[in-house]
């Protein structure tokens, strides 16, 4: 039995996650224990939250030296995805550094373009096995008022504002900024292409 766990901290919205990954037949274990998370077979790490307030729990409970350690597939989601990158301007903080870029904030230029953008958006230039089996410009849902701009570590880009990362891969870490597990079929297929990776 694959065992998969879920990174235990205080973001919000971990349990839609769970309830996706049962959909799946999966049986996901909630844990900020080291030994839970490196000895299991897929590792999540969602949420929402604020970039500050989450990384500074991270660091407390030294979770954020066990991900950055993480040797199995790890899937970050929304917060999750820009925790994994070096740096957030929301609040100047300074995250785990797995992919080299910073994150920013949206400046809207026109008066319809609302911040949080929140809403169901395309894929576009999809790469990587996390895409297998869905067509160009598919739709998932976002929530967020930051962003990845575009990078050599984009397998996914979107476009509000301007186009960004959807989602990101370097070596066993994958990040995706919308949430899969609220995004109906498509994001099933995600999260089940990342537990078959």
């Given at each position: 039995m694959m065992k998969i766990a879920i990174v235990k901290y205080n973001a919000g919205n971990i349990y839609s996650v769970v309830n996706a990954l049962h959909r799946l037949g999966a049986e996901p274990m909630i844990t900020d224990k080291a030994e839970e998370l490196m000895g299991a077979d897929r590792i999540l790490f969602p949420g929402q939250g604020e970039a500050r307030s989450t990384m500074s729990f991270l660091k407390e409970h030294g979770l954020d030296n066990v991900i950055r350690e993480l040797k199995q597939p790890v899937l970050g989601i929304c917060i999750g995805q820009q925790l994994l990158c070096r740096y957030s301007e929301e609040y100047n903080t300074d995250c785990i550094g797995i992919f080299p870029v910073n994150v920013k904030r949206f400046c809207p230029q026109k008066h319809e373009e609302k911040v949080p953008a929140m809403g169901w958006n395309a894929l576009y230039d999809m790469r990587t096995s996390l895409f297998n089996g869905l067509l160009e410009e598919e739709y998932v849902y976002f929530i967020h008022s930051y962003?990845?701009?575009?990078?050599?570590?984009?397998?996914?880009?979107?476009?509000?504002?301007?186009?960004?990362?959807?989602?990101?891969?370097?070596?066993?870490?994958?990040?995706?900024?919308?949430?899969?597990?609220?995004?109906?079929?498509?994001?099933?297929?995600?999260?089940?292409?990342?537990?078959?990776?």
């Open positions: 962003y990845v701009p575009l990078c050599e570590y984009t397998i996914a880009t979107t476009d509000y504002i301007q186009p960004y990362s959807a989602a990101l891969h370097k070596d066993n870490f994958y990040a995706t900024q919308f949430h899969p597990e609220k995004s109906g079929d498509v994001g099933e297929k995600i999260l089940k292409n990342f537990l078959e990776l």
